[in-house]
């Protein structure tokens, strides 16, 4: 994708994601495809402003993971790719869906021993809420400080395969009702986040079609990725 426009705020990166419709969320170390560069350094012969934590709405990449998903409705931002974290717009939401998860319910893949009962412990909690930040996940489903690395890598297998996914985060309330420290990320169910349209496109999609659909877009933003990191990027 050499003749991509310059990307010189967050418009720019929007546009160029949306003709993308995916992207690693910064850095291309599993050489598949970056609209962002972790170093400017790395970044394409044009002048830019855009500048990791800067704080910068406009021109801060740290910034657009949090921006994308509160005002728009059409890309997603999660750890997706590599157990990394990355975007995918709505139109090719599908493709991802079908190729990682088909059309099988949480429940059924549970059943066939497709995800671990870790990840059915939050999964569980965070459909019977619809939306839960992290720290209420915890709490929730109850997990204990010895079981924080199970957590988190279940939280990923949740996302890579497709089950839940960020939708923006939220302030800490103490008990006090006042806010305080960092704020937390906000997870749902993909259902929940996309809707009934991307899973009605789901159903109709093989596995196979999607996965070569996927292929031929990673090959024309990057005609020099290997097939089986190829691979790897579409099945998780």
Same mark, same amino acid.
């Given at each position: 994708?050499?003749? &991509?426009?310059?990307?010189?705020?967050?418009?720019?990166?929007?546009?160029?994601?949306?003709?993308? /419709?995916?992207?690693?969320?910064?850095?291309?170390? @599993?050489?598949?495809?970056?609209?962002?560069?972790?170093?400017?350094?790395?970044?394409?012969?044009?002048?830019?402003?855009?500048?990791?934590?800067?704080?910068?709405?406009?021109?801060?990449?740290? @910034?657009?993971?949090?921006?994308?998903? *509160?005002?728009?409705?059409?890309?997603?931002?999660?750890?997706?790719?590599?157990? =990394?974290s990355g975007y995918i717009t709505k139109a090719w939401a599908p493709?991802?869906? *079908?190729?990682? &998860?088909?059309?099988? *319910?949480?429940?059924?893949?549970?059943?066939? /021993?497709?995800?671990?009962?870790?990840? =059915?412990? %939050?999964?569980?909690?965070?459909?019977?809420?619809?939306?839960?930040?992290?720290?209420?996940?915890?709490?929730?489903?109850?997990?204990?400080?010895?079981?924080?690395?199970?957590?988190?890598? *279940?939280?990923? @297998?949740?996302?890579?395969?497709?089950?839940?996914?960020?939708?923006?985060?939220?302030? !800490?309330?103490?008990?006090?009702?006042? @806010?305080?420290?960092?704020?937390?990320?906000?997870?749902?169910?993909?259902?929940?986040?996309?809707?009934?349209?991307?899973?009605? &496109?789901?159903a109709k999609l093989g596995h196979d079609e999607a996965a070569a659909?996927?292929?031929?877009?990673?090959?024309?933003?990057?005609?020099?990725?290997?097939?089986? !990191?190829?691979?790897?990027? %579409?099945?998780?």
């Open positions: 994708m050499d003749n &991509r426009k310059p990307i010189k705020n967050y418009a720019d990166f929007v546009n160029a994601l949306l003709d993308a /419709g995916f992207s690693m969320g910064g850095g291309n170390s @599993e050489g598949i495809f970056s609209l962002i560069p972790w170093s400017w350094n790395e970044a394409p012969p044009y002048e830019t402003p855009v500048r990791w934590h800067t704080g910068d709405a406009e021109t801060d990449p740290w @910034e657009w993971r949090m921006r994308v998903l *509160a005002e728009r409705d059409d890309i997603v931002y999660a750890k997706v790719f590599f157990k =990394k493709f991802f869906i *079908a190729a990682r &998860r088909g059309n099988a *319910a949480f429940a059924d893949a549970y059943a066939a /021993g497709a995800v671990s009962n870790y990840a =059915k412990r %939050i999964y569980d909690t965070v459909l019977e809420h619809e939306a839960l930040p992290l720290h209420a996940i915890k709490q929730l489903a109850g997990f204990g400080k010895e079981e924080k690395s199970h957590f988190e890598s *279940a939280l990923v @297998e949740l996302q890579m395969k497709m089950f839940l996914t960020i939708c923006g985060r939220q302030q !800490k309330i103490s008990q006090k009702g006042e @806010e305080y420290g960092w704020s937390s990320t906000v997870f749902c169910t993909t259902e929940n986040f996309w809707g009934k349209g991307v899973f009605e &496109r789901v659909e996927i292929t031929k877009q990673v090959l024309r933003l990057n005609p020099t990725a290997e097939q089986k !990191k190829i691979l790897k990027f %579409i099945h998780g």
